[in-house]
């Protein structure tokens, strides 16, 4: 039937649908094929048609929430409904082909297990507390009795160090012929942090380093592939430098099955950076798994709210972007205080610690869960993977003094 001038035409819910990335393959769903039909009614209520690789397909319900927020957010939509199919044998040779396709283009090894989660944390630009909502996230997971590895990719504005209270020198080990670092770690009540940074290779955390994009890069690079972060990580939380260069676009290569969080604050100018950060993720085929604003507004002890950065930013970003938004953390002095001690404020009491605390719940309970690798098209990833040629790499200098000299070369 013919949509009405208010309801969008299927091309355009089409295009919304190439922002819903299988886990597993790396691949919009539109690309793979998985798309059938998509039919909008007069009224915009819209059907869309899905060929999963399997009736069973474990990711099915992920799918099935993505769609529901990508077309859910559109204008003029007032209904989704999705009916599944499963893909023929020629549908599925073709999705293969394009697993072997996208494993030969974007993956890379790294020294991270398939069963950890990883989430990027991002944002569009610096000074809105990205850096803060990540330890104060690992260390919300850790209290939870999970072992949490933190990367402190922000190379030159690195501060994970001082916000989680360790210091010291990453030592190596040796795994066959490969070289590791070892992370730092901090036990936090029941659980465990992993933590890497480039604060712990340099001599003095006020050292600047001024290297350019290669060699951010190449450090990055290092941290993901060439650290001992175990097999038995839960997740892997990633302080991302803020904007959309270098360091980003290489991250998003190394690891493709990570999950971007984004982090804005209320105010508009700042909401409309942080778009930026999710059309990055997307294009880069990163699920982003939803929002944070952080700075919400400051509670006084009378009672009184006083909104100093604006109000509303989180959640238009989240809406423009059809993600969850995640939390709002308000303003406290203790998360500052908290950050320059080495102990994150979810550690303690009071509302910003309890807005840590529910965010965290939530990444666990429903809004980041990793893929499970079993049926569907994770047979498909299996296959692609072993087609691969596993060349044998020459053995490199990983350890904290070989690192550091990347940036002399």
């Keep these: 039937m013919p949509s009405s001038t208010n309801a969008p035409a299927p091309d355009e819910l089409r295009d919304l649908l190439r922002e819903v990335i299988d886990p597993e393959l790396g691949s919009d769903i539109v690309d793979l094929g998985m798309v059938r039909d998509i039919a909008v009614d007069d009224d915009g209520s819209v059907e869309v048609t899905v060929a999963l690789t399997t009736s069973g397909c474990p990711l099915r319900a992920q799918i099935q929430r993505d769609i529901r927020t990508r077309i859910g957010a559109a204008d003029g939509v007032t209904s989704v409904h999705i009916e599944w199919a499963e893909m023929t044998q020629e549908e599925k040779s073709s999705a293969m082909a394009k697993a072997r396709f996208n494993v030969s283009q974007r993956d890379e090894d790294t020294s991270i297990a398939p069963s950890t989660h990883v989430l990027l944390v991002a944002s569009g630009k610096g000074g809105v507390g990205k850096s803060s909502v990540t330890a104060n996230l690992a260390a919300a997971l850790a209290a939870r009795g999970l072992k949490v590895g933190v990367l402190d990719a922000d190379v030159w504005g690195f501060s994970i160090p001082r916000m989680l209270g360790v210091s010291g020198r990453m030592s190596g080990n040796t795994d ?59 997740y892997l939380l990633v302080d991302m430098p803020p904007g959309t260069g270098d360091v980003q676009m290489g991250v998003a290569k190394t690891i493709s099955r990570a999950q971007v969080i984004v982090v804005t604050t209320p105010a508009v100018a700042a909401q409309k950076v942080a778009i930026r950060a999710v059309s990055m993720a997307r294009k880069s085929f990163l699920r982003v798994a939803g929002v944070i604003e952080n700075m919400t507004a400051f509670h006084c002890e009378h009672g009184g709210v006083y909104e100093l950065f604006g109000s509303g930013g989180g959640a238009t970003l989240a809406h423009d972007a059809g993600v969850p938004l995640l939390g709002q953390v308000p303003i406290e ?23 840590f605390r529910a965010i965290a719940e939530r990444i666990v309970s429903e809004a980041v869960q990793a893929p499970m690798m079993m049926g569907c098209s994770a047979r498909m990833v299996e296959a692609a993977n072993a087609a691969r040629d596993e060349a044998a790499e020459p053995a490199r200098d990983v350890s904290p003094d070989g690192l550091a000299a990347v940036g002399e070369a």
């Design 176 to 234: 066959g012929d490969r070289k590791q670092m070892v992370p730092l770690e901090r036990r936090i009540g029941p659980g465990l942090l992993r933590i890497v940074s480039m604060g712990f290779l340099v001599d003095d955390e006020e050292t600047a380093l001024m290297w350019r994009g290669l060699m951010l890069n190449r450090g990055v690079q290092h941290f993901l592939q060439d650290v001992s972060w175990g097999d038995d990580l839960d």
């Design 333 to 355: 002095p203790a998360v500052s205080a908290g950050g320059d001690a080495g102990e994150p404020v979810v550690l303690g009491t009071g509302p910003a610690a309890e807005a």
